[in-house]
């Protein structure tokens, strides 16, 4: 819980309590990074897009039960890449404060309405 806080008090004071707490946009950062994590591993577009049709293809799934898969999947990545994700986790929230500016800019320009970062 202890990095969960610590992103929390960093996401609230670069964007502010309503976009912290936007759950859609929340959504779409999370599945960005996901995304750009499986294609710096090699994963393909097409592979990645045949992966969304088998998921959106199945029942909705429970979200904290959902959450559990996502941290033992990645869990499992990182041994098979030897990362620490902790160590990984703790070095990108330090990066991530020396970035405010540049993020909330990021924000700024993002398309309203828009799972698109910029």
């Not at 033992?72 to 070095?91: H, K, N, P, Q, R």
């Not at 990066?95 to 309405?113: E, L």
Request: hydrophobic share 35%; with cysteine; net charge negative.
């Amino acid at each position: 819980m202890k990095f969960q806080k610590s992103v929390n008090r960093w996401i609230i004071a670069c964007f502010g309590p309503e976009i912290a707490s936007d759950k859609v946009e929340r959504q779409h950062r999370f599945l960005e990074e996901s995304l750009e994590l499986v294609q710096s591993t090699g994963c393909t577009k097409e592979e990645a897009l045949q992966l969304v049709d088998y998921v959106y293809g199945r029942d909705i799934g429970e979200t904290p039960q959902e959450v559990g898969g996502v941290m033992v999947t990645l869990a499992a990545l990182c041994t098979s890449y030897d990362i620490d994700m902790l160590e990984a986790g703790e070095i990108e929230i330090e990066r991530c404060w020396t970035k405010v500016d540049k993020i909330r800019a990021k924000q700024a320009a993002k398309p309203q309405f828009s799972p698109l970062p910029q």
